[in-house]
């Protein structure tokens, strides 16, 4: 979880969520402090969600019920755990080669003495019995110096060989702590990232930089009427969908649950809107068919809500402006594309089409 608020605004936000804790009997610990610093933030509209509706339905707060929320949306520990253990792989593998080198140094110091010494003596030598003495004993240093060698070469081969490897784990850890297991696109955490990334360009460039919120309609209702299992085949189908439609510097993410986000550099809020016309039209265009059975379940539609980066604004304002926009577009019918400009009432897009429920 990226944090972007500056300090006035961090500090309101702490105090709100220690107000919102004591209120709610909430134990201050340092995880359960931030999930309600990121609930009185409003940034992570998934998060406020499912407190509201834990405050709506009256259910405690408790250590399950907060445990419950740290799991899903502050779920990174366990790529962080895999990340520190690849690191201290490499940093051992390292010191191995250290050592080797080490011990390499000081066998060849060693040559170099008895070499040395070789010389030093071979003014005052007896020709026949010194010299030979001496020669034995720098035979054998050279051959004690050629097998310390090959063992170091060997070492040093197997260890450059299981370097690469934890190399090319620890980009595959990498690579999975900024991917939804499930649908193969960016996660949440990813897309905190490139958001941040991509203001920060648009403010240094002047460029714009346009917001799309996804949303699958009537998931929950699809999900109790078909499976979990069928539940996440839409998943992955919506996740293809925006995988072949965008643009290769666009980045889209699974936001949370069923909802997803698109971050397009260069882009204004019309053109955000219109790349999610089409994305709404080729999800909605796809047959959803239980390969099993060969049964129809009908046609999926998204709801979609855009926003358009206003320069110096605080992230959580950008997101929170396109989730209104969504949600609009949800309380309007569904399967149609909101932009912030639309708030008024009117739409753009396509309607909403009969589905299967």
Do not use: C
């Amino acid at each position: 979880m990226e944090y972007f608020e500056k300090i006035e605004q961090a500090a309101l936000f702490a105090r709100s969520a220690l107000s919102l804790m004591e209120a709610h009997r909430v134990p201050p610990h340092p995880g359960n402090f931030a999930v309600w610093y990121v609930y009185a933030s409003g940034s992570f509209p998934d998060l406020k969600r499912a407190v509201d509706e834990t405050i709506a339905a009256k259910k405690p707060f408790d250590d399950a019920a907060m445990a419950e929320l740290r799991r899903r949306f502050f779920g990174f520990h366990a790529e962080g755990e895999a990340l520190t253990h690849a690191t201290q792989r490499i940093e051992s593998a390292l010191a191995q080669v250290i050592e080797y080198l080490g011990a390499a140094s000081r066998g060849a110091s060693s040559y170099g003495d008895t070499l040395q010494t070789f010389t030093d003596k071979m003014a005052g030598a007896d020709p026949i019995v010194d010299i030979r003495d001496m020669l034995r004993s720098v035979l054998n240093e050279t051959r004690s110096v050629t097998e310390t060698n090959r063992l170091l070469e060997i070492r040093l081969d197997s260890s450059s060989q299981e370097i690469r490897l934890l190399r090319e784990n620890l980009d595959e850890v990498k690579r999975e702590a900024l991917t939804d297991a499930l649908t193969g696109i960016a996660n949440r955490k990813l897309f905190d990232l490139v958001l941040r990334e991509s203001t920060a360009q648009a403010m240094e460039k002047g460029e714009r930089l346009g917001l799309i919120m996804l949303d699958i309609d009537f998931f929950k209702m699809f999900n109790d009427t078909y499976g979990h299992l069928m539940g996440d085949q839409v998943l992955k189908l919506v996740a293809r969908a925006l995988t072949d439609t965008l643009r290769p510097d666009d980045t889209a993410a699974r936001y949370g649950g069923e909802e997803f986000a698109i971050v397009l550099p260069k882009s204004t809020v019309a053109e955000a809107a219109r790349t999610a016309e089409i994305l709404l039209a080729n999800v909605a265009g796809k047959q959803v068919t239980n390969k099993r059975t060969g049964e129809h379940l009908g046609r999926i539609t998204l709801s979609a809500g855009i926003a358009e980066y206003r320069l110096g604004e605080p992230l959580g304002q950008f997101i929170q402006r396109a989730d209104e926009a969504l949600y609009a577009a949800k309380r309007q019918g569904r399967n149609r594309v909101v932009s912030e400009r639309d708030l008024d009432g009117s739409t753009i897009g396509i309607k909403s089409e009969p589905r299967k429920p």
